[in-house]
């Protein structure tokens, strides 16, 4: 079985920054890769970051220039640094995970960790 843990979220005012952090623990083999996806009230679950084994990354195009996805390999880790935030990124922020394990290859989903940007 595999977790992902969310930390990091939190109320900000535009323009701050906020980190946020994904561990993923458990029968992992491989994380073929991790990012981040989040979901505004009455809006369709969106990608924001996603970064690959290897260090490719993608953006979506409203965070390109603000945030930025790293990882830590021996940490299992994700993050997502989150600058000059915009009211507009207000929203519940996701983990997402494509692991392989000793049975299968799936995705994994954190809990969710909500973000508030007030203007």
């Known amino acids: 079985q595999v977790q992902l843990v969310e930390s990091g979220g939190g109320s900000v005012q535009a323009g701050g920054s906020l980190r946020l952090s994904c561990a993923a623990s458990?029968?992992?083999?491989?994380?073929?890769?991790m990012g981040w996806y989040r979901q505004a009230p009455g809006k369709q679950r969106e990608l924001v970051a996603r970064?690959?084994?290897?260090?490719?990354?993608n953006y979506a195009d409203s965070v390109k220039g603000r945030f930025t996805i790293s990882s830590d390999n021996a940490k299992n880790t994700v993050y997502l640094q989150m600058n000059s935030l915009k009211p507009e990124d207000t929203a519940v922020y996701y983990c997402?995970?494509?692991?392989?394990?000793?049975?299968?290859?799936?995705?994994?989903w954190g809990q969710g960790t909500q973000v508030t940007v007030s203007s």
């Open positions: 997402n995970a494509d692991i392989t394990t000793t049975w299968n290859r799936r995705d994994y």
């Open positions: 458990g029968s992992i083999f491989n994380i073929n890769a």
């Open positions: 970064i690959i084994s290897g260090g490719s990354t």
